[in-house]
């Protein structure tokens, strides 16, 4: 089992900036161990979609919306994950999600929510004009 709970999100203004947090535990966490861990995000009547992975080493993956405005890290105990949110937009309206591959495996080269089996309850950001 792995438990992730999130946390930061809010109400900003286009062009704004916004931190989210999931805090990552549960006995089946392995941080030392290969793992993937990423954030996802759904908006008003659309599908949630992937929006940055990172794994054990640092590796990460961003989608083409968020790239170059979005970064995503972890803290050096590797409990905690981060999405920093620069330059945000309308459109970035929505649950923004941290989500767990299944621990002891990389992430998959495809990156979607098929390959993500543990899940928190999200956070909410609104992005106005």
């Known amino acids: 089992q792995v438990q992730l709970a999130e946390s930061g999100g809010g109400s900003v203004q286009s062009g704004g900036s916004l931190k989210l947090s999931c805090k990552i535990s549960?006995?089946?966490?392995?941080?030392?161990?290969?793992?993937?861990v990423g954030w996802f995000r759904q908006g008003p009547g659309k599908e949630r979609e992937a929006v940055a992975r990172?794994?054990?080493?640092?590796?990460?993956r961003y989608s083409d919306d968020v790239k170059g405005r979005f970064t995503i890290s972890q803290d050096a105990a590797k409990t905690s994950l981060y999405l920093q949110m620069n330059g945000l937009k309308n459109d970035d309206t929505a649950m923004y999600f941290c989500?767990?591959?299944?621990?002891?495996?990389?992430?998959?080269?495809?990156?979607?929510?098929?390959?993500?089996?543990?899940w928190g309850q999200g956070t909410q950001v609104t992005v106005s004009s």
């Open positions: 989500a767990s591959g299944e621990p002891g495996l990389w992430c998959h080269d495809r990156f979607s929510a098929g390959h993500f089996y543990y």
């Open positions: 549960g006995p089946r966490f392995r941080p030392e161990g290969p793992y993937c």
């Open positions: 990172i794994d054990r080493d640092a590796f990460t």
